[in-house]
């Protein structure tokens, strides 16, 4: 696929990006689009490998690699390099109802599992993918494709996370009447208000909504199942039900001083400052602001790194992110993390990258643990103290972090965040159903099956497989439509 020799005449470009101290003062899309011919020499990098190991999504040690939705990556990398936009716009649709949510969201675990990855750049997949999608908007060739006809069956989808959707878009193309119930004011989930303007734009997830209404998808917005919606009346209403609702209960730190005010789940920081963007441009004052404040972000993951970025853009004073692992390499350990793994590296996000063109120091602390808040008379955070770890193994391959002392240091903070991930789905909707859970506090439902113990509901998404990423969410929803199909016709012809 691509060029036989591309891979050997052109580099690695990626999505390039506007500049940080530019970029921190809007809230525009961070990242510039590659141009067609740029677009192109990537897709001729694809190196028609004998086994292609980016379309097979797996998880080795515990981390994805690969893609889950089983994208044809080679496919469209070689339509690119041809020119042929309008039929790779075809190819990524044949796997990927959005490719647009993980060209812009998406780790790209596919590039850590790209065969030129073993001794080269990897292939720039993600970039080459939100290529052709943004094109096919552009040029009027994504358009609504409602089914040519009903089956007369209703399905109610719980929840409008890209589980919830790509369930919702599958099930309307097999013809069913598809209703979603979101309980915001925006349909999205963590598309909307858990990831940042900056970094996908509301607008991208709106066209993309906008199509499925046309196409026959009802959205009950400002509804929650169980508390505005009766759960009774699921089962009257419905022939199915499928719950989206995804891991959505953070995970708390519990330190002394954790009640002081000033002290955040990044969830309501971040989900705070979109509905006022989106409502007021921030007119409206009704968000956390970072502005002046000296923050502190517990946790290293994306969604860490997302407050980060958001908190620049407020105007913070300092900034500085906590993370309980050490600086790793900038190359991956073949021994510990060979390929096709996902290279488990050292990595200066967007985020990252602001913080430290503005106050010229990588924002990051490492091996550090939180031992303590402390406040003021006022009761508002002031300090946070804590102490540097060291990580080692106990004989059953736990993870053990032994405190280093004499390295105790006290952090100014006026405003803390915590990135620290989620245990798992709210519980309430879950025991009004009688629907049973794993010991993890998901949703117990068999993967490739998605059935519950409750006859005619299914569960799929981060609610029944724990905090995950995008791409896993659209993949569960896909094979969650196929087997509610399944369960309402008796055969399916979905994917």
Known sequence: MGKSTGFMEYNRQSTPERDPETRIKDWEDYKLPLSDEEAQKQGARCMDC?????????????????????HLIPEWNDLVYQGKWKEALAKEHEMNNF????GFACPA????ACVLGINEPPVAIRSVERSIIEKGFEEGWVTPEPPAYRTGKKVAVVGSGPAGLAAAAQLNKAGHWVTVY???????????????????????????????????????TNTEVGRDYPVSRLNEEYDTVILCGGATTPRNLEVEGRNLKGIHYAMDFLHSNTKSLLDSDHEDGN??????????????????????????????KSLTQFDIYDKKGSTRDNEVNPWPQYPVIHRVEYGQKEAEAKFNKDPRAYAVMTKKFVGDENNRIKEVHTIDVALSYDENGNKVRTEIPGTEKVWEADLVLLAIGFSGPEQDLIDKLGVETTVRSNVAAQYGKYATNVEGIFAAGDMRRGQSLIVWAINEGREVARECDRYMMGTSQLP
Do not use: Q
């Open 287 to 316: 968000y956390i602001s970072a502005k002046d404040k000296n923050v502190i972000v517990i946790g290293g993951g994306d969604t860490g790194t997302d407050c980060m970025a958001t908190s620049m853009r407020h105007g913070c």
């Open 50 to 70: 004998g086994v292609p190991t980016c379309h097979s999504g797996m998880e080795i040690n515990g981390i994805t690699t690969g893609c889950p939705v089983y």
């Open 99 to 102: 490719p647009e949510f993980t």
């Open 109 to 112: 675990p596919c590039e850590g």
């Open 182 to 220: 979101e309980r915001n004011d925006r349909v999205g989930g963590l598309l909307t208000y858990g990831i940042p303007e900056m970094k996908l734009p509301y607008s991208v997830v709106e066209r993309r909504v906008n199509i499925l209404k046309e196409e026959g998808i009802t959205f009950m």
